[in-house]
T-cell receptor
Framework: EAQVTQNPRYLITVTGKKLTVTCSQN?????MSWYRQDPGLGLRQIYY?????VTDKGDVPEGYKVSRKEKRNFPLILESPSPNQTSLYFC????WGQGSPYNSPLHFGNGTRLTVT | EDKVVQSPLSLVVHEGDTVTLNCSYE??????LLWYKQEKKAPTFLFML????IEKKSGRLSSILDKKELFSILNITATQTGDSAIYLC?????????????FGEGTQLTVNP
C-alpha cells in the first residue's frame, strides 16, 4: 500500500533532550516536506527536499534539522527541543515539487503529536 | 512574504445547505493553487487549479480560480455531515532549489444533521 509512515505517533519529552521523528515513503517520490500545525496558525512548512541531498528551508526552520540521505527517508531532528516546539507534525511527499505544472498532490503521514515540557 | 488567507475561519451549517469557502493569496511566481480536506488525521488532496475561470468538479465539490483578483473559491452543495472537516488552501512558490508551500489557516466546516 502506498503510504507515508511517520513515527512515533505521540511523543512526550523534556526540554533539551534530542529527538528524531522518522518519515518514510514507499512511492519513490522526489519531494518530501515537514509541516507543523498549530491552532490559529494552520500548517506551516519547516523544511522540504527536492531530492537526495537537496534540502531547503520552509517558513519556520529554526530549531529543526533534516537530512535526505536516501530517497525514501526524511527524518526531522530536534537537537534541543523547547516547549514552543510542542505541536502536531506532518511529513508529506509528492512525485514532483509543489511548483510543478503537473498535478502532484501531497501524500501526508498520519502525524506526530509532540509535547515538550 | 507569501501569504494565503482563508475565510471564514469557521462555519456551521445544516445538512443540505450550500457553502462557499474563500482563499485569497499573494505569492511570487504563482504556479497553482491547491485545496485539501483534513478530517481527523492527515490532509487529503481535493483539487489543483492553474488556470483562471476553469471549474474543477468532484461530486458535490467544485472549485474555481481567479488569477486576476488572486483568489479561489471552494463550493460544496447539498452538504452532508461527512463534509465536516478543515478545508485548507495552499499555494506553492518557486524557489531556486524547489518549491515552498504556503498554507492558509484553514476553514473549519461543521455540518449539523
Amino acid at each position: 500500500e502506498a503510504q507515508v509512515t511517520q513515527n512515533p505517533r505521540y511523543l512526550i519529552t523534556v526540554t533539551g533532550k534530542k529527538l528524531t521523528v522518522t518519515c518514510s515513503q514507499n512511492m519513490n517520490h522526489e519531494y518530501m516536506s515537514w509541516y507543523r500545525q498549530d491552532p490559529g496558525l494552520g500548517l506551516r512548512q519547516i523544511y522540504y527536499s527536492m531530492n537526495v541531498e537537496v534540502t531547503d528551508k520552509g517558513d519556520v526552520p529554526e530549531g529543526y534539522k533534516v537530512s535526505r540521505k536516501e530517497k525514501r527517508n526524511f527524518p526531522l531532528i530536534l537537537e534541543s527541543p523547547s516547549p514552543n516546539q510542542t505541536s502536531l507534525y506532518f511529513c508529506a511527499s509528492s512525485l514532483w515539487g509543489q511548483g510543478s505544472p503537473y498535478n502532484s498532490p501531497l501524500h501526508f503521514g498520519n502525524g506526530t503529536r509532540l509535547t515538550v515540557t | 512574504e507569501d501569504k494565503v488567507v482563508q475565510s471564514p475561519l469557521s462555519l456551521v451549517v445544516h445538512e443540505g445547505d450550500t457553502v462557499t469557502l474563500n482563499c485569497s493569496y499573494e505569492v511570487t511566481n504563482f504556479r497553482s493553487l491547491l485545496w485539501y480536506k483534513q478530517e481527523k488525521k492527515a490532509p487529503t488532496f481535493l483539487f489543483m487549479l492553474t488556470s483562471s475561470g476553469i471549474e474543477k468538479k468532484s461530486g458535490r465539490l467544485s472549485s474555481i480560480l481567479d488569477k486576476k483578483e488572486l483568489f479561489s473559491i471552494l463550493n460544496i452543495t447539498a452538504t452532508q455531515t461527512g463534509d465536516s472537516a478543515i478545508y485548507l488552501c495552499a499555494v506553492p512558490a518557486m524557489e531556486t532549489s524547489g518549491s515552498r508551500l504556503t498554507f492558509g489557516e484553514g476553514t473549519q466546516l461543521t455540518v449539523n444533521p
